[in-house]
């Protein structure tokens, strides 16, 4: 069997929506089949190595995908990809043979919170974004020295971004908006520094006026070059564009769940 993404696109096919599994060919290489998730899902999570299931595994970090192997699983990687979990590695087959194996599971997604309404002054943007995502994981990197960052930077940094950082770590919201892990200074000349961006070349940025960052708003400087304001943070703007089909810049209109893809998450 020669693996290409268009085979992973059949394989899961076969599968379904919902939780399916089947063993590969003995000759296929495992790690062909990770290589291939990993570079379209980011890192994996690992749930079983060298026969040892990972104790914290439990339903919100995939655990379903180890029940059609009961204890023959040898060693399993784990996606998160909205409402599903993907899975691959080695596991004993009825025979006791270690074969490749694909498995999906049902994910569940807690039920996205709404955008708040806008005179709400008192909303934790953070706390829904964890919600609106199913972050369920510990901070991924609760110990950057910001006091570093932002003496490099010459500016303090919004509050809200640098809990991001913090929760979250190096990936993107939906697989698509990628977080940067400290501002970049691209557009510093134009009073901008960029926080997120995406594929499409669209750049999320703050207008840095003022001596608050935590009252700097938003600008977005789209692929072609437009600059569009919105009186927002950083970790509302996110919020708004996860879940509001009416935003400018919606993601809501391609996915109606919605996670992080940590790219450095594995085990």
Same mark, same amino acid.
């Given at each position: 069997?020669?693996?290409?993404?268009?085979?992973?696109?059949?394989?899961?096919?076969?599968?379904?929506?919902?939780?399916? $599994?089947?063993?590969?060919?003995?000759?296929?290489?495992?790690?062909?089949?990770?290589?291939?998730?990993?570079?379209?899902?980011?890192?994996?999570?690992?749930?079983?190595? *060298?026969?040892?299931?990972?104790?914290?595994?439990?339903?919100?970090?995939?655990?379903?995908?180890?029940?059609?192997?009961?204890?023959?699983?040898?060693?399993?990687?784990?996606?998160?990809?909205?409402?599903?979990?993907?899975?691959?590695?080695?596991?004993?087959?009825?025979?006791?043979?270690? #074969?490749? @194996?694909?498995?999906?599971?049902?994910?569940?997604?807690?039920?996205?919170?709404?955008?708040?309404?806008?005179?709400?002054?008192?909303?934790?943007?953070?706390? #829904?974004?964890?919600?609106?995502?199913?972050?369920?994981?510990?901070?991924?990197?609760?110990?950057?020295?910001?006091? &570093?960052? &932002?003496?490099?930077?010459?500016?303090?940094?919004?509050?809200? $971004?640098?809990?991001?950082?913090?929760?979250?770590?190096?990936?993107?919201?939906?697989? $698509?908006?990628?977080?940067?892990?400290?501002?970049?200074?691209?557009?510093?000349? *134009?009073?901008?520094?960029?926080?997120?961006?995406?594929?499409?070349?669209?750049? $999320?940025?703050?207008?840095?006026?003022?001596?608050?960052?935590?009252?700097?708003? @938003?600008?977005?400087?789209?692929?072609?070059?437009?600059?569009?304001?919105?009186?927002?943070?950083?970790?509302?703007?996110?919020?708004?564009?996860?879940?509001?089909?009416?935003?400018?810049?919606?993601?809501?209109?391609?996915?109606?769940?919605?996670?992080?893809?940590?790219?450095?998450?594995?085990?």
């Amino acid at each position: 069997m020669e693996l290409t993404q268009a085979t992973v696109n059949d394989l899961l096919a076969q599968l379904g929506p919902g939780d399916g $599994y089947m063993y590969l060919p003995s000759d296929l290489d495992p790690q062909d089949l990770t290589d291939l998730l990993d570079s379209r899902y980011g890192a994996p999570r690992t749930l079983v190595l *060298d026969g040892f299931t990972d104790p914290t595994v439990d339903e919100s970090r995939g655990a379903d995908l180890l029940v059609p192997f009961e204890d023959r699983a040898v060693t399993i990687r784990a996606w998160a990809y909205g409402d599903q979990w993907v899975g691959t590695g080695t596991a004993r087959d009825t025979e006791g043979a270690e #074969r490749p @194996v694909l498995v999906v599971a049902h994910r569940e997604v807690p039920e996205p919170l709404t955008a708040a309404p806008d005179e709400d002054e008192d909303v934790d943007w953070m706390e #829904r974004l964890r919600r609106i995502t199913g972050w369920t994981q510990p901070a991924q990197r609760p110990d950057v020295d910001w006091t &570093e960052v &932002e003496a490099r930077l010459g500016t303090a940094l919004p509050s809200d $971004y640098k809990r991001m950082v913090e929760t979250f770590g190096e990936g993107a919201f939906d697989g $698509y908006l990628d977080l940067s892990q400290e501002p970049w200074t691209n557009l510093r000349t *134009d009073g901008l520094l960029i926080w997120a961006g995406t594929e499409h070349e669209d750049l $999320y940025c703050w207008r840095a006026d003022g001596h608050d960052p935590d009252r700097w708003p @938003v600008v977005v400087r789209s692929f072609d070059g437009e600059y569009v304001p919105f009186d927002c943070q950083a970790a509302e703007f996110v919020c708004r564009i996860l879940i509001d089909r009416h935003h400018p810049f919606t993601m809501a209109r391609y996915f109606d769940t919605h996670w992080f893809m940590n790219y450095r998450e594995g085990g």
